[in-house]
């Protein structure tokens, strides 16, 4: 097994051309910070929308190598958490936002068309399955929020016989399916965005990590080690990074971290388990265990159990960790035990920013010129399209309906995360309770009540965990 922080996805959509750094002193009419999907939906959506504005990137290490490169390749609508939704903004904003995040999904299949991008897209919709009787009925709250609101072409229910119909995993309950929802190979779509940028003219830099950003005076500074780029104004689209030290949104983010393995080929056991129809499957833990087929018969699965980090660290242990490695495998194995003895090809890892409310959230810095989106808390591949658009949209100072979309807030509206080293001290204290809990809730033990206890503090503080 190849346990590298890159993984596999980035390996199998093979070598890349790479771009210089920022050098010397550049002017732009708009500079985005991070070259993963946020960031590069935006500088797409903006050269788009008006091909004439300078537009340039720039990104620390390699642009699509950080968790867009990386993930699940799950490109979901925001149905799943359409009660959170609502709780925050209302029936009716909460409604506009999640019709907007399921175009988003189908806008993602229409731009690998339109640019004739081979990213794997499936639209195969999302399966959330039980997979012990504590998290029977889990999604209840969700459907009943979903039907209060008039949906009438929501998730379909299934009993187990149906989701075993599915995928015959000897672990599946009950379950719901979520119709707008696909699958992607996410570098290739990461890969894809940046060559449509790259057409289009954005000024793509990479090697060129903004140290220092000055919001003052007549324009905005991003000044990297060889270059200062100066910009009317500044998308802030560094993903895990804003929850470190000297970000405007240290206060709002915590840093966790997800880790994933992928298998050989095993088209036998794909079709043993009848599993053809390319869903992506998850079930219901808040540390939850997500998983989904390639089109050569493998399978990827990954766990959110990893650890938190402190500050603003996104590599170490955020993204390279045997133990969590450990636990994704004996995850895989116990969903899947006829996958014992096949081999894993590789495992990998990334930062996860996560959101007190774990629901993503775009705002307009003070300034007025500078914006950010952050805390896609895991789920950010089919949003991350629709938030590019709104980042565009405020970017260009338009009015529409990208621009008013709810999640779209003051930074002062943002509910706090606790300051270091509390968040990440209490962090780890609830994730290990909440691990021990699931374990228990997967093995029919009881649950030890200090670790149930501690797996409460979230809650009882106002913390939103799980969708
Ligand atoms: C293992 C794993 C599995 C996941 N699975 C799924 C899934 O199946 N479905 C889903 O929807 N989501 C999933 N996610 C989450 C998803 O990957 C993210 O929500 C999404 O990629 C966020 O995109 P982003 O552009 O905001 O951030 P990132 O992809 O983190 O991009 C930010 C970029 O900014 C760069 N950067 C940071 N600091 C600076 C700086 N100072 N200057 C310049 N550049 C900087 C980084 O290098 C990085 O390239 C997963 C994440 C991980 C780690």
């Not at 290739?188 to 940028?197: E, N, P, S, V």
């Not at 324009?219 to 009317?232: D, E, N, Q, T, Y």
């Not at 789920?379 to 399209?385: E, H, K, T």
């Not at 621009?403 to 995360?417: C, G, Q």
Request: hydrophobic letters at 40%.
């Amino acid at each position: 097994m190849i346990h590298k922080a890159t993984g596999y996805w980035i390996e199998e959509a093979g070598g890349q051309p790479r771009f210089a750094p920022l050098d010397g002193e550049r002017d732009f009419d708009v500079i985005v910070v991070g070259g993963g999907f946020t960031g590069l939906w935006t500088a797409y959506h903006l050269k788009s929308a008006e091909p004439d504005l300078a537009v340039g990137l720039i990104e620390s290490h390699r642009i699509g190598h950080g968790p867009s490169g990386r993930n699940g390749g799950f490109v979901d609508a925001m149905w799943v958490s359409f009660a959170s939704l609502v709780a925050r903004y209302g029936s009716l904003p909460a409604l506009k936002l999640a019709r907007a995040s399921e175009r988003s999904v189908s806008q993602v299949g229409e731009f690998l068309d339109q640019h004739g991008v081979e990213a794997w897209f499936r639209k195969s919709g999302y399966l959330n399955v039980s997979t012990a009787p504590a998290w029977d009925g889990s999604w209840d709250a969700n459907l009943k929020a979903m039907r209060e609101a008039g949906i009438v072409d929501g998730p379909r229910e299934l009993t187990p016989q149906e989701v075993q119909e599915i995928c015959a995993s000897p672990a599946f309950r009950g379950g719901v399916h979520y119709g707008a929802a696909a699958t992607v190979q996410p570098a290739r779509l990461a890969f894809g965005i940046r060559a449509a940028c790259e057409q289009l003219g954005v000024e793509l830099f990479e090697w060129s990590p903004a140290l220092r950003i000055e919001d003052a005076g007549p324009g905005i500074k991003v000044a990297a080690p060889a270059g200062l780029a100066r910009a009317g104004r500044l998308v802030l689209a560094s993903g895990p990074t804003l929850a470190g030290m000297g970000s405007p949104l240290k206060s709002n983010i915590t840093l966790a971290s997800s880790h994933m393995v992928i298998t050989e080929p095993v088209p036998d056991v794909i079709e043993e388990l009848g599993w053809t129809g390319g869903e992506a499957i998850s079930d219901c833990r808040s540390l939850l265990t997500y998983f989904r087929t390639t089109p050569d018969g493998r399978i990827a699965f990954g766990w959110g159990g990893g650890r938190i980090a402190a500050g603003g660290r996104r590599f170490g242990r955020a993204e390279l960790d045997a133990e969590v490695i450990e636990g994704v495998i004996s995850g895989l194995r116990r969903y899947f035990p006829m996958l014992a003895d096949r081999r894993i090809d590789y495992a990998w890892g990334g930062p996860i920013d996560a959101s007190a409310t774990h629901l993503p959230h775009v705002v307009e810095l003070p300034s007025g010129r500078a914006f950010a989106a952050f805390g896609y808390t895991g789920n950010g591949v089919g949003p991350s399209q629709m938030v590019g658009r709104s980042l565009a949209s405020l970017a260009l100072d338009r009015r529409d309906e990208y621009s008013e979309l709810a999640f779209i807030e003051p930074a002062s509206a943002l509910t706090r995360v606790p300051p270091e080293p509390f968040r990440w001290i209490g962090g780890a204290m609830i994730r290990e309770a909440i691990g021990r809990q699931e374990e228990a809730h997967l093995t029919g033990r009881s649950v030890d009540p200090v670790s149930a206890l501690v797996a409460r503090i979230p809650q009882l503080i106002g913390f939103h965990i799980g969708r």
